[in-house]
């Protein structure tokens, strides 16, 4: 059972457009992550999301959780190249155990120029 | 700051020999150290994690295993590697204590088993 899941698995649009991409459940989070990650590498910690409701923007990247903290989505606005790449979210639980994180398949965004 | 390691950076391997990825983080004490695979179109799959030295927690039953024998050292082994171990593997930590939730992955592991 996917516990996470992210839509859609694969997007490719024009440079200067904009986008959403979205990370549902069923089961409510503690708190969530957003990682993007580039073929052969860790992903990278972009956001950390705790609060229901929460927005927090990162540049051109704009993170909300949902109010009843079982989704979320990542906006980004006038898309680059440089945001290509696969973006992938991560959920707790646990809410304070040391166990791992649920993550998404991820979406796999193609910006072109 | 801290930083996180990983060897080797790519491996080819036959079916039935042994493995041993090496895991270590730098810059912080007694942190919780995780091992993901990441296989193409099925996200990460976590494998054990370890709150402490000689603490192993495994997630999945499978042909694997893991170690830690010092505070910043996490290995993962076989003694014989299937074709389904192949993958992407990953190293993640976390800082120590309740309020902190994000993980820090590092490069990486290439694994193919021919």
């Known amino acids: 059972t996917q516990l996470l899941e992210q839509s859609p698995q694969f997007l490719s649009i024009q440079e200067g457009e904009n986008l959403t991409v979205y990370c549902n459940s069923s089961?409510?989070?503690?708190?969530l992550q957003w990682y993007r990650q580039e073929p052969g590498e860790g992903p990278v910690l972009l956001v950390t999301?705790?609060?229901?409701?929460e927005v927090k923007k990162l540049k051109r990247l704009t993170f909300q959780f949902g109010d009843a903290r079982k989704d979320s989505s990542l906006h980004i606005t006038a898309a680059q190249p440089g945001d290509t790449g696969l973006y992938l979210c991560?959920?707790?639980?646990?809410?304070?155990?040391?166990?791992?994180?649920?993550f998404g398949k991820g979406t796999h965004l193609i910006i072109q120029p | 700051s801290q930083t996180i390691h990983q060897w080797p950076a790519t491996l080819v391997q036959p079916v039935g020999s042994p493995l041993s990825l090496e895991c270590t983080v730098e810059?912080?004490?007694?942190?919780?150290l995780y091992w993901y695979r990441q296989a193409a179109g099925r996200g990460l799959q976590l494998l054990f994690y370890?709150?402490?030295?000689?603490?192993i927690s495994s997630e999945v039953p499978q042909n694997l295993s893991a170690s830690r024998p010092q505070d910043r050292q996490f290995i993962l082994s076989s003694k014989k590697l299937l074709l389904s171990d192949s993958g992407f593997y990953l190293c993640?930590?976390?800082?120590?204590?309740?309020?902190?939730?994000?993980?820090?992955f590092g490069p990486g592991t290439r694994l193919t088993v021919t």
């Open positions: 993640a930590w976390r800082p120590p204590g309740l309020a902190r939730r994000e993980q820090y």
């Open positions: 991560a959920g707790d639980r646990t809410g304070g155990g040391a166990d791992g994180l649920t």
């Open positions: 370890s709150v402490g030295i000689g603490q």
């Open positions: 999301v705790v609060t229901g409701g």
């Open positions: 810059g912080t004490s007694n942190p919780n």
């Open positions: 089961s409510v989070f503690s708190s």
